[in-house]
């Protein structure tokens, strides 16, 4: 059973800061997105999927200054120094989420292949469509493996996020991971993607848009 890019993430100092970033380098304007009260996060979503990637999107997250600080480390190393002192910067891709119908089995997979998968942990947000709800892996520290390529797992409980996002006019292209063992691609059988453990940017994403060809790259 292979895993499917769910979304990609682009980290941000704010979310004012991920909005102007998104319509000098896309071209577009991101969509509404939401809170996150577990992690003390927010977002706003723009739709990027295609035939190769049905209901992919990218997540433009920061930190929500009016949200009380979690009890444990937020997800995707946002809590970082280091990742904040770039942020300060300009937003940058820094990782991926892939979606699982067989969440358990795979992270045991990974368990078994050596890496950090993290541990399930139940989230959701409200939208103005209804509740979105989902089972996510999230280590402990928060930190990220593999720089960024080992994907964080996600499994859908309902709806997905993109039956109510409009088209935007940007699409995914390709998408590739350096750094990924070898093992570790195995048991997620990633589709589409050029995935392999040799050294270079942990993600590279190609998106086709109003600004024509953009290539995102984490550090």
Known sequence: MSVAVDHLIVAADSLDQGVRWCEATLGVSPGAGGQHPLMGTHNRLL??????????????????PEAVAPARPRWFGLDNPA???????QPRLIHWVARSSMLDMHRWGLINARRRPGEPVEAGRETPQ??????????DDGRLDCGGALPTLIEWQGRHPTAAMPGSGVSLQALALRGLPDR?????????IDASADAGPALRARLLGPCGEVTLESE
């Open 47 to 64: 739709k990027i999927a295609t035939e190769a990637f049905p209901e992919a999107y990218l997540e433009i997250i920061a930190i929500d």
């Open 184 to 192: 570790a691609r195995d048991v997620l059988r990633l589709r589409g």
């Open 83 to 89: 990742l904040q002192a770039r942020l300060r910067q």
């Open 130 to 139: 209804g509740p979105l709800r989902w089972q996510i892996l999230i280590t």
